[in-house]
C-alpha cells in the first residue's frame, strides 16, 4: 500500500472514531445503539496502538530488540525463561484481566454510559498503556526485579521499604477480594468448578509437553484448546450425568481449594503450570470476548441506560459517591491499574525473550483489556436501567422486593416484581433481586447478547456459561498474582536476612509463598465464613488502593525517565499521575471523612455505634458491632496506604527536583548491557 493511502487510511479511521465518540456524547434520543460505542472503541484500540504505542517504544523507551532480556541473562528454569511471545501475552493479559474489567465498568454505570466510555477509552489509551509498558521495561533493564526494589534503588532506601510494605498491604487485599469472588461464582455453579478444575491437567500437560518434549507452540495450543472447548461442554452435561454433586462444595472447601493451588501456581517452575493455564485461559477469555462483540455487531442492540444519569450527583442506588472521583476508582482494570505494575514487574518480565516485545505484550494486552471493559459496559447499558438497579441496589440488603421496586421505580426506572421474577426463571435462578458486585449483571447482559445472536431458548445456559467465564478470569490474576507476591515478598525478607531473597532456592520459594498465601488466605476465609467480617470490610477501599498502586508506579516510571536523560517526555507519566492522585486522594478523603454515614467511615462506625448504645436485638447487636470494627478497619487500612503513597510521591519528588537542578548526580541502576549474540559468554 502506498504512503498516502495509508496516510489516507488512518485519517478515516480516526474520523470515524472521533465521530463516533462525538455522537454518542451529544446524542439526545432516549436510546443509542451500542455500534456506536463498539466502533469507537475498536477505532481508539487501532489509532493508539499505531501511533502512540509506536512514539512510546521508539522515541521514549526506544527498545532494543538484540538487548539480552532477563529470561536470558538469569535463565534458571523455574521463574527466569526464555517464552514463546504469544504464549507470554497469554499469561499477561490473562493476569492482568481480572475482575476490573468486567465487575468496574457493570458498576459505574449507574451513572450512564458516558462517563464510563470516555475514561476507558482515554485512560486505557494515555495512561494505562504507558503505565504498563514503562514499569515493564524498567523491570527488564533491571533483571525483572519487583516495583519495590527499583524504587528502593532508584530512590532512596526509605522509599523503597514504604513501597515494598504498602505494596504487600495492597496486594494481600486484592488477592483475598479476587479469592473470595471467585469462591462466590464456584458455589453457584457446578460447572465453574468443573471447568476451571480442568484447566489445571490440561496446563501440566502442555507445560510438559511444550518444554520437556519439545513439542511445538502450535501442537500443544491446538490440544489445549480442544481439551478446553471438551470441558466446556463436560462441565455443562454433568446436571444430565448425574454427577453434578461430586462438583458441589461449600464456599470453605472452595476457599481451601484456592489457597492450594494459588501456593502451587507460586512455587512450580512457571512452565508448568502457571504460563501454559494462562496461555490457555487467555483462548477463552479473548474468545468469548469475540464473540460477544459479533453478537453485539450481529444484534446492535439499543443501549436503555441514558448517557448520564440523576445518579452523578452521588445519590446512585447501586453505590454512593459522584461521577468525580468515583467513577475512576470503579473503573480500574479496564483504563488504569496498579496492579498491572505487579505483573509487569513480577512474572512477565522473566519470561519475556525480546525487549521489543514490550509494545504489543504491556500495551497491546492493556487496550484489548479495554475493550474487554467496554463489551462489558454495553452488556450492563443494553439491559433495561429498572432491572439493573433492581439486581444492583443496596437497598435489597435492608427492603423486600416490592419497597425495592417501588424505590427505583419512583426514581425514574420503572420495574416491577413480575418482571424481576420472570428474569430470574428465564436463566435459572431463584431470584435476582440484590446480585450485587457486578458479575451477575454482566452474566445476564451477555445471556441477553447471545440468545439474541443464537436462540432465545438458551438464556440459562449462556447465563451459567457467563458466571464459568467470569470465574475463569479473575482466577487467573490471582496465581499470576501470588508468584508476584512471593518476589516482592523475598526481596522484602533479603533484606533482613540474605537466603530468603533468593529466588532460586526452594526452601525460601516454599516459605514466602506460604506466608504469603496464609496472609491473603487469612482474610479469604474470613470473608467466606462471616459475610459482615473479613475481607468485606476492604470491598469499599478496593479500587482506591489499586489506583493508588498505578500511582507508585507512574512515579518510578517518572524517575526513570529523568534519569535516562528523557525529561523531555516526562508528561507520558506525569499527567496521569497527577490526575490519578487526585481521583484517589480525593475518593480516599471523602470514604474516611464524609459526614453521611452511608458514605463516611468514622461516621458509619459513629451511627453503628449510636446504635448500639440504644439496644436491641442480639442479632441486631452482632450486626452492629461488626459494622462498627468493619467501618474502624476502613479507616485505618485507607489512611495507610493514603499516608506511604504521599511519603513515595513526595520521596520522588524531592527526587526529581534534586536530578533536574543538577544537585544530585543521575546513577542509573541498569544491569550491564548484554547483546542476544554473546548469550554463550554469560
Not at 477501599?541 to 498505578?550: D, M, S, T, V
Request: glycine residues 10%.
Amino acid at each position: 500500500m502506498s504512503k498516502f493511502l495509508r496516510i489516507l487510511l488512518w485519517f478515516g479511521i480516526s474520523a470515524l472514531g472521533a465521530g463516533s465518540v462525538a455522537y454518542s456524547a451529544l446524542h439526545q434520543g432516549e436510546t443509542i445503539n451500542a455500534l456506536w460505542l463498539v466502533v469507537a472503541g475498536l477505532c481508539t484500540f487501532a489509532v493508539a496502538y499505531r501511533f502512540y504505542s509506536k512514539w512510546l517504544v521508539t522515541k521514549v523507551l526506544v527498545l532494543d530488540a538484540q538487548r539480552a532480556t532477563p529470561a536470558y541473562t538469569k535463565k534458571d528454569g523455574k521463574d527466569y525463561v526464555p517464552t514463546n511471545k504469544w504464549v507470554v501475552f497469554g499469561h499477561h493479559f490473562a493476569a492482568i484481566a481480572g475482575p476490573g474489567p468486567l465487575v468496574g465498568p457493570v458498576l459505574a454505570a449507574q451513572f450512564g454510559y458516558l462517563p464510563g466510555m470516555l475514561w476507558l477509552l482515554i485512560g486505557a489509551t494515555l495512561g494505562g498503556g504507558v503505565h504498563d509498558a514503562i514499569v515493564m521495561f524498567a523491570s527488564i533493564r533491571r533483571g525483572g526485579k519487583s516495583l519495590g526494589q527499583m524504587l528502593k534503588e532508584e530512590i532512596n532506601p526509605v522509599v523503597g521499604i514504604v513501597a515494598m510494605i504498602s505494596v504487600l498491604g495492597i496486594m494481600t487485599i486484592l488477592l483475598a477480594v479476587l479469592g473470595l469472588v471467585v469462591v462466590k461464582a464456584l458455589a453457584e455453579s457446578s460447572w465453574s468448578l468443573f471447568t476451571i478444575a480442568m484447566t489445571i491437567p490440561l496446563a501440566l500437560i502442555m507445560g510438559m509437553a511444550h518444554t520437556m518434549f519439545k513439542a511445538s507452540v502450535r501442537s500443544v495450543t491446538i490440544f489445549g484448546i480442544v481439551g478446553l472447548l471438551v470441558s466446556v461442554w463436560a462441565g455443562s452435561k454433568l446436571p444430565e450425568w448425574g454427577i453434578a454433586h461430586y462438583f458441589d462444595h461449600p464456599g470453605e472447601w472452595h476457599a481451601w481449594s484456592i489457597m492450594i493451588y494459588g501456593f502451587a501456581a507460586s512455587v512450580l517452575p512457571v512452565w508448568l503450570l502457571l504460563a501454559p493455564r494462562d496461555y490457555l485461559s487467555t483462548f477463552m477469555k479473548i474468545g468469548t470476548v469475540a464473540v460477544l462483540a459479533i453478537a453485539i455487531i450481529f444484534v446492535a442492540p439499543q443501549l436503555h441506560m441514558p448517557k448520564l444519569t440523576k445518579f452523578v450527583d452521588g445519590t446512585g442506588l447501586v453505590f454512593a459517591g459522584t461521577v468525580f472521583p468515583f467513577v475512576f476508582i470503579t473503573i480500574a482494570c479496564g483504563a488504569i491499574s496498579g496492579f498491572h505494575a505487579l505483573i509487569s514487574s513480577g512474572t512477565t518480565p522473566k519470561l519475556l525473550d525480546r525487549e521489543d516485545n514490550i509494545r504489543s505484550i504491556a500495551y497491546g494486552a492493556m487496550i484489548t483489556e479495554m475493550l474487554v471493559a467496554l463489551m462489558a459496559l454495553i452488556a450492563a447499558c443494553a439491559l433495561m436501567p429498572g432491572e439493573y438497579f433492581a439486581i444492583n441496589a443496596g437497598m435489597n440488603k435492608t427492603l423486600p422486593p416490592d419497597k425495592v421496586v417501588e424505590t427505583i421505580t419512583a426514581a425514574g426506572f420503572p420495574v416491577t416484581v413480575d418482571g424481576m421474577n420472570t428474569l430470574a426463571k428465564e436463566i435459572g435462578e431463584k431470584t435476582m433481586f440484590g446480585r450485587a458486585g457486578g458479575a451477575p449483571t454482566f452474566a445476564v447482559g451477555m445471556a441477553h447478547m447471545f440468545a439474541r445472536a443464537f436462540g432465545d431458548g438458551l438464556m440459562a445456559f449462556w447465563y451459567h456459561f457467563a458466571i464459568m467465564f467470569e470465574a475463569l478470569f479473575i482466577l487467573t490474576t490471582i496465581d499470576a498474582g501470588t508468584r508476584v507476591g512471593r518476589f516482592i515478598l523475598q526481596d522484602f525478607m533479603g533484606g533482613i536476612w540474605k537466603p530468603l531473597g533468593n529466588t532460586r532456592s526452594w526452601p525460601a520459594n516454599v516459605f514466602a509463598s506460604g506466608l504469603l498465601v496464609a496472609a491473603w488466605g487469612y482474610f479469604l476465609y474470613m470473608g467466606v465464613v462471616d459475610p459482615l467480617g473479613g475481607i468485606n470490610t476492604l470491598w469499599p477501599i478496593f479500587g482506591i488502593a489499586n489506583q493508588l498502586l498505578a500511582v507508585i508506579g507512574l512515579c518510578l516510571g517518572t524517575t526513570v525517565l529523568i534519569k535516562m536523560g528523557k525529561a523531555r517526555f516526562m508528561a507520558v507519566t506525569v499527567l496521569p499521575l497527577l490526575f490519578l492522585m487526585s481521583a484517589t486522594f480525593s475518593a480516599g478523603y471523602i470514604k474516611i471523612f464524609d459526614k453521611d454515614p452511608k458514605m463516611g467511615f468514622i461516621a458509619g462506625a459513629k451511627d453503628a455505634a449510636a446504635n448500639i448504645a440504644k439496644g436491641g436485638t442480639e442479632t441486631q447487636m452482632k450486626v452492629w458491632a461488626a459494622q462498627e470494627f468493619n467501618f474502624q478497619v476502613n479507616v485505618f487500612v485507607t489512611g495507610f496506604f493514603l499516608l506511604a503513597v504521599a511519603v513515595i510521591f513526595f520521596g520522588c519528588l524531592f527526587e526529581w527536583v534534586r536530578l533536574l537542578s543538577g544537585k544530585k548526580k543521575v546513577v542509573l541502576k541498569e544491569d550491564p548491557y548484554v547483546a542476544l549474540p554473546d548469550l554463550e559468554r554469560v
